[in-house]
């Protein structure tokens, strides 16, 4: 299993481009979700899926877009990057959406927003 | 957002001492916690967790405490090595619900 996979893992945006973050797993996992770290905070929840076709928001949702339409996909697109969302993007998955078992997380994205 | 909090943002140990990473939360509802390491540049990685019914677990040089009186989580780790320089997280999920929330770390060094 390659487990949680993201691309890009660097990306420089222009203030008002759009762009998505890729993420896929290949684990059957049916919780997927989004954080976001910044330097010298923990991880903040952006989106979360229970499931194909289910999504919700998490703490900080504003400025981003989720869909699920596999279960191995969960794409994160932000609308209009605003320097603000300069960020390390991680993915991660679960076996379960009663979130009872470990999350296992991509490597990352680093995103600059100028 | 719901408090998860580390008692102390960096540590520093000998090589072969013993580790001690605290983590003390607030709501009384959490049911599961997980510690996670993160090295630089990396994806946080799964350590232990444990769930509320239980006091106590242990893996491979590492052990987690929970206290729900005082509403503490621990992390020890035996003989600490190099490799254990990282940052440590502690996560809570609250009855069983569809988010964690993670405290902002620890930054373990190892001195060789």
């Known amino acids: 299993n390659a487990g949680v996979t993201q691309t890009p893992k660097f990306q420089v945006l222009k203030t008002g481009q759009s762009m998505t973050l890729q993420c896929a797993q290949d684990?059957?996992?049916?919780?997927m979700s989004w954080y976001r770290q910044d330097p010298g905070m923990g991880l903040r929840l952006i989106h979360y899926?229970?499931?194909?076709?289910?999504?919700d928001q998490g703490e900080v949702p504003n400025g981003y877009n989720v869909s699920r339409s596999t279960t191995e996909d969960f794409p994160l697109r932000l609308l209009s990057a605003a320097p603000s969302q300069t960020s390390v993007y991680f993915c991660a998955s679960s076996y379960s959406a009663a979130l009872t078992y470990e999350q296992y997380f991509g490597p990352g994205t680093r995103l600059t927003v100028t | 957002g719901e408090s998860v909090g580390l008692h102390l943002p960096t540590l520093s140990v000998q090589e072969g001492d013993n580790s001690i990473i605290n983590c003390a939360y607030s709501n009384s509802a959490s049911d599961y916690f997980i510690w996670y390491k993160q090295e630089s540049g990396k994806g946080p990685q799964f350590i232990i967790d444990?769930?509320?019914?239980?006091d106590k677990r242990q893996g491979q040089r590492v052990t987690v405490l929970l206290n729900k009186t005082v509403k503490h989580l621990s992390l020890q780790i035996a003989a600490t090595q190099p490799g254990d320089s990282a940052v440590y997280f502690c996560?809570?999920?609250?009855?069983?619900?569809?988010?964690?929330?993670f405290g902002t770390g620890t930054s373990l060094t190892v001195i060789p």
């Open positions: 444990i769930r509320s019914n239980m």
């Open positions: 684990m059957n996992h049916e919780y």
């Open positions: 899926s229970v499931g194909a076709g289910i999504t």
């Open positions: 996560a809570e999920n609250i009855n069983t619900g569809n988010q964690f929330y």
